[in-house]
Structures are given as structure tokens and as C-alpha cells.
């Protein structure tokens, strides 16, 4: 991008967050009044036309005032993200990691409601690969010929339950057995470290058992993710008078699969912005999204996201997105 000046890199700030706060274009007037810059509505105004002319800004048919492009939104971005020191959100606080078991989903959950009530935007976590948590116990229930549900229960106290098949008839007795020598043979092993293991249990209790542990890891490493605050998508008033776009936007939600893949390319990445028509699918050109990978044990297992209009907020949805990490960090590895 080229260099710009101290008083465009100024009015350039001043125009994008007054698009954040008030969702409308202004004039130079009432810039320089509202956010009490030291020179005249006349400069004000000629460095918005010099702005725009090198694409950082564009006008709007209803009003003389100046908004971002895209390429103006990714320069106060950078700004942000150069001096950004996330501070935690009491509402993420009160949240409770100890006490009483509760599932992971349930506790993901939580955080996810309350990040997307805090934005008011659509808040979006991919659900880790719980074939790689260590276990703590792990139980096998038979609930019908062909089916049992398994409740594993990490060594941090996290609770995952997975329904696997039976492809032979394995009785209630042989599923306790089972259960009980893997948790007392296995105790802070991983789901994928048991099951290739366990060939020295199958030479005397046949392969079924090392059957159901093997779809036992395939299950858990299916792709889950967790959506809140949909119904928000229906407050942005950028969409609001764009039926199709919110259509577009609604249906994309609904394909969680494509959610999923979309939030798996930043699994790598601590912190990411992306907006307009960085993001990869059609359906998601004008808007924007935060994202932050989790960890458990030093490797990144998941992502926590917030999606919104272009002109969202960045630095309070950075707070929200940070905030919401640090709590699943806290839960994961506390």
C-alpha cells in the first residue's frame, strides 16, 4: 500500500470509525467537529478526496460523505492488529471451569451465547478432536443390539459422549469389562494411543472390542461446529433491505459442514481477520470475520470466531473473540 500521512492516516482512522459507530457516511464538517480535529473542514475535505482517489475511500449516492472500501477497512486494520492487547470480558469470567462435571459441548456452549450477546453478531467455535484428549475414564453403555453410547471423561474433567456401533453381539457384562480394564489399564492415555495399543487385550477378547475403539477415534474426529446468535443476522442494517443477501447468508448457516471447513484454514493462525472478498465464498463478500485458534497442551485443536458486516466493531469483537479463547483455553487445560 503506499505511504500515506500523518493527516491521512488521521482522517482515514476518523472515517472508519465513525462508519463503525454511527453505520452512516459523514461530512468534513461534522467530522472535525464530532471528533475535534485541529484543522478546517476544507482540509478535512481535501484529504478525503485525495483518499479516495487511491481507493481507501468511495461516496455514497445519498449523502456527500465518504465510507471505507475495502482496501480502507484492511489499512485501520492493520493498525489495530499492530497495537491490539486483548483485556478479558468479565461476562467470560463467570463462566465455571471446576465443580461439577459438565460435557464440553455444554461448556462451549456457554461461551458462544455469551460472545454472541456481548457482539450482537453471529458467533461460530469448531468442537476439538476429542480422539486425542487424554482420558480420565471411560465407560461403555449398551443401549440396544447394535449401539452403545461411550461417556469419556478427560483428565481435566470434561465429559464427551459418542454413540458407536456393534457389529457383533457383545454383551453388557463383556462392554463393563471392557470399560473398566481400559480405565484402569489406560488412564492418561488418548483415544488414538489406546487403540494402538490394544492388541495384547484383542489375542484373548477378539477383535470387537478393538473394533469399537476404532469407531470410537473416527467418531470423535468428525467435524462438529457450534453456531449462536443467528437470529442477529436479521438486526444488520446492511442486509436489512437485501432479501436475497440475507437468504444467501441464512442458508450458508445452515451448511455447517461448509462452516466447518471455512474456520479449519485458520486452525494454524492465533489471530485473523478477514473481510470482503478475502473471505472464499460469494455468500460472505461484504462481510467480515474474526477468528482465533484454541489450544490444548500447546497444539491448536479448534477455532472461535465472531462473522458480522464489514463495518463491525473490530477492536470490541477482538476483546469478545480473545476472551472467548483464553475461557476454552482455561476450561481445556486447567
Keep these: 500500500m503506499e505511504q500515506l500521512s500523518e493527516r491521512m492516516v488521521l482522517v482515514l482512522s476518523v472515517i472508519v470509525d465513525n462508519y463503525i459507530k454511527y453505520k452512516q457516511a459523514a461530512g468534513s464538517r461534522i467530522l472535525t467537529k464530532r471528533y475535534g480535529l485541529d484543522f478546517s473542514p476544507a482540509t478535512m475535505r481535501n484529504t478525503m478526496i485525495d483518499l479516495e ?20 477497512y484492511k489499512f485501520y486494520l492493520d493498525m ?3 497495537n491490539f492487547s486483548p483485556h478479558m470480558k468479565r461476562e467470560f469470567e463467570n463462566i465455571p471451569i471446576y465443580g461439577k462435571f459438565s460435557s464440553l459441548d455444554e461448556k462451549m456452549g456457554k461461551i458462544l451465547n455469551v460472545a454472541s450477546s456481548l457482539s450482537g453478531l453471529v458467533s461460530l467455535l469448531t468442537l476439538p478432536d476429542f480422539s ?5 475414564n471411560l465407560e461403555f453403555i449398551k443401549i ?13 474433567n470434561i465429559i464427551d459422549t459418542k454413540m458407536t456401533t456393534l457389529e457383533h453381539n457383545i454383551s453388557k457384562k463383556e462392554l463393563k469389562e471392557f470399560s473398566e480394564f481400559i480405565t484402569s489399564r489406560y488412564q492418561g492415555y488418548s483415544l488414538e ?7 495384547d487385550y484383542i489375542e484373548t477378547h477378539g477383535q470387537e472390542c478393538e473394533s469399537i475403539i476404532r469407531r470410537l477415534v473416527d467418531e470423535t474426529k468428525n467435524s462438529k461446529v457450534l453456531i ?18 440475507l437468504k444467501k447468508i441464512m442458508s450458508l448457516l445452515e451448511e455447517k459442514r461448509k462452516i466447518y471447513e471455512l474456520l479449519k484454514n485458520f486452525m494454524d493462525s492465533e489471530r485473523t481477520i478477514l473481510i470482503g472478498n478475502d473471505l472464499p465464498m460469494e455468500e460472505l463478500q461484504e462481510m467480515g470475520l474474526v477468528s482465533s485458534a484454541y489450544k490444548y497442551r500447546d497444539k491448536s ?5 465472531i462473522m458480522g458486516p464489514m463495518n463491525m466493531d473490530y477492536k470490541e469483537i477482538l476483546n469478545i473473540v480473545e476472551s472467548a479463547k483464553k475461557k476454552i483455553d482455561d476450561i481445556l487445560n486447567g
Excluded: R
Design 53 to 72: 482517489e487511491m481507493g481507501y475511500l468511495t461516496h455514497t449516492h445519498t449523502s456527500g460523505g465518504k465510507i471505507p472500501t475495502q482496501k480502507g
Design 301 to 305: 485443536i479448534g477455532v472461535v470466531g
Design 193 to 199: 494411543e489406546i487403540s494402538e495399543d490394544l492388541k
Design 132 to 136: 486425542k484428549t487424554k482420558i480420565k
Design 80 to 82: 489495530i492488529m499492530k
Design 228 to 245: 449462536s446468535g443467528v437470529k442477529n443476522v436479521f438486526n444488520y442494517l446492511e442486509f436489512t433491505d437485501n432479501l436475497d443477501k
Design 144 to 156: 440396544s443390539e447394535d449401539k452403545a453410547m461411550c461417556v469419556v471423561v478427560s483428565d481435566n
